[in-house]
């Protein structure tokens, strides 16, 4: 350990550092309560002994100062005096333990191995929680918005089990990272999540990518295939737009997820699989049990959990957060280095609403660091939509050209015209808007030749 003895008698000081260097310890000496102090300051020390009392200042305060400014360092303190009052005083402010006069070597090497011991403990200890909390910071989620830290506390509970979670939420919102991030924290994590969106086959080609076929089973079925629920077994099976899934295969479903067992197409002998389903869908599964589309038996099975995602628009608090991540990825992917977002397109991007939420996000930043040409994403690397986004604090002329006095008259012309325009032209009510009387107001129209 890194000892560091605080004496001011030199012969004290030369012979428990003698003895110590010898048991393999790093030490430095000091020989003031002040000195010693100012060596924990910049200093890496495990373990201090200091003497209680010293011209400077008393053991106690040394041991306060100490604790102060690292409260991880051990402090024993040395004392002629051993009371029971002095020892519990020490302790209280965070001794590790006191030693007294003249000083027992085989007491202060066990003392020493105590302290080594539980340093060795705390480390392990914090090691832990460090790894626990790792676990729970959700893979590639990016969020510092109430509503989403709702929706990982839910995850969070929800992860470590094999229930069926149904997530829905608007397309872009983040459905398929959410799926990742249960099955991540999930004991199932060390295989991979496999992925089917069911809007994107047919119907024969679905029953077949989840539950495998038997070669011959249909036409084209020219050899045998293992289905993704097979493939999904001992881990997550992620099923993207479930609302998509004709009538036939959800009774197919349905019966897989009850008896957790699968059946080839085209075969009749039951496979056992245990699988961890995750659903997904930006369509109302709740809507369409009342229209009829979607079976109400297959809902409730999926519905076991439901995770409800809100549209980016609902969860402004997430739009800097994901701006600066996205920012430093492309910016890293595109080498471009430290980039930034100029203030104005900064507060664009703030403004806009992202009808197609995180992923419309993602591809604006990603564009406009390819269309950067420096460092700074300006506005006009903004799209359109998201460019011509009326800016309060926008001043009101473009340009800095003609007279202070050519200006003021300008700048008060497009005030007085956006309170008449706010008032519809009602002079008395924009007079109160601009704070000014209506004579006042009649005398700014008249000089500024503007309509009466
Ligand atoms: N919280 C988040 N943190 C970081 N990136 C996110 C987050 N949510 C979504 N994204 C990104 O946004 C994009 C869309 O996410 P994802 O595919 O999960 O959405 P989805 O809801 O499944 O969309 P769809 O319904 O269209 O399939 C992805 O590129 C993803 O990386």
Same mark, same amino acid.
């Given at each position: 350990m890194n000892l560091l003895i605080i004496d001011n008698e030199k012969s004290q000081r030369d012979s428990l550092a003698g003895f110590l260097k010898k048991r393999g310890h790093a030490l430095a000496t000091v020989s003031a309560g002040e000195a010693g102090i100012a060596y924990v300051e910049k200093h890496q020390v495990d373990v201090v002994l200091t003497d209680f009392r010293?011209?400077?200042? #008393?053991?106690?305060?040394?041991?306060? +100062?100490?604790? /102060? =400014? $690292? %409260?991880?360092?051990?402090?024993?303190?040395?004392?002629?005096?051993?009371t029971i009052e002095t020892a519990v005083e020490a302790m209280k402010k965070g001794a590790f333990d006191y030693l007294t006069k003249p000083i027992d070597l085989d007491e202060l090497e066990l003392l020493l191995a105590k302290i080594e011991n539980h340093r060795n403990l705390v480390s392990e200890n914090e090691r832990l929680r460090e790894q626990l909390a790792e676990r729970y910071q959700l893979h $590639?989620?990016? !969020?510092? *918005?109430?509503?989403? /830290? @709702?929706?990982a506390s839910t995850v969070a509970r929800i992860a470590p089990t094999r229930t069926t979670v149904l997530i829905s939420g608007e397309s872009g919102t983040g459905k398929e990272v959410l799926a990742k991030a249960i099955h991540f924290a999930s004991p199932r994590k060390d295989r991979s999540m496999v992925t089917v969106n069911c809007a994107a086959l047919s119907d024969t080609l679905l029953e077949s990518e989840l539950f495998g076929h038997e070669k011959g089973s249909f036409t084209g079925a020219d050899r045998q295939r293992i289905g993704r629920f097979e493939q999904a077994h001992n881990s997550t099976l992620f099923l993207d737009e479930v609302g998509d899934i004709p009538p036939a295969t959800q009774v197919k479903l349905l019966r897989v997820l009850q008896e957790r067992t699968i059946e080839r197409v085209g075969s009749n002998q039951p496979l056992e699989v245990d699988v961890r389903v995750i659903a997904a869908t930006h369509r #109302?599964?709740?809507?369409?049990? @009342?229209?009829?589309?979607f079976r109400e038996d297959l809902y409730f099975r999926l519905n076991v959990v439901a995770i409800d995602i809100p %549209?980016? *628009?609902?969860?402004?608090?997430?739009?800097?957060?994901?701006?600066?991540? !996205? =920012?430093?990825? !492309?910016?890293?992917?595109?080498?471009?280095?430290?980039?930034?977002f100029s203030k104005e397109a900064f507060d664009l991007l703030m403004k806009y609403d992202y009808p197609g939420n995180i992923r419309e996000l993602e591809n604006i930043v990603e564009q406009a660091v390819v269309l950067a040409r420096g460092n700074v994403v300006t506005s006009a690397e903004?799209? #359109?939509?998201?460019?011509? =986004?009326? =800016?309060? $604090?926008?001043?009101?002329? #473009? *340009?800095? *050209?003609?007279?202070?006095?050519?200006?003021? +008259? /300008?700048?008060?012309?497009?005030?007085?015209?956006q309170a008449l325009a706010g008032t519809k032209g009602v002079q008395r009510r924009a007079a109160d808007v601009l704070g000014m009387t209506e004579r006042h107001l009649r005398y700014k129209l008249q000089k500024y030749g503007m309509k009466d």
């Open positions: 010293m011209p400077d200042k #008393s053991g106690m305060e040394v041991l306060e +100062a100490i604790k /102060a =400014l $690292n %409260p991880v360092v051990d402090v024993v303190l040395i004392t002629a005096y051993g $590639n989620l990016i !969020f510092q *918005s109430r509503e989403m /830290a @709702k929706v #109302s599964l709740d809507q369409m049990m @009342k229209e009829g589309t %549209p980016l *628009s609902g969860r402004r608090d997430d739009i800097p957060l994901l701006m600066d991540r !996205f =920012l430093i990825r !492309f910016g890293e992917e595109n080498a471009r280095g430290n980039m930034q903004l799209p #359109s939509t998201v460019r011509q =986004l009326p =800016l309060e $604090n926008k001043p009101v002329f #473009s *340009s800095l *050209s003609g007279s202070f006095a050519e200006q003021v +008259a /300008a700048f008060e012309q497009g005030l007085i015209r």
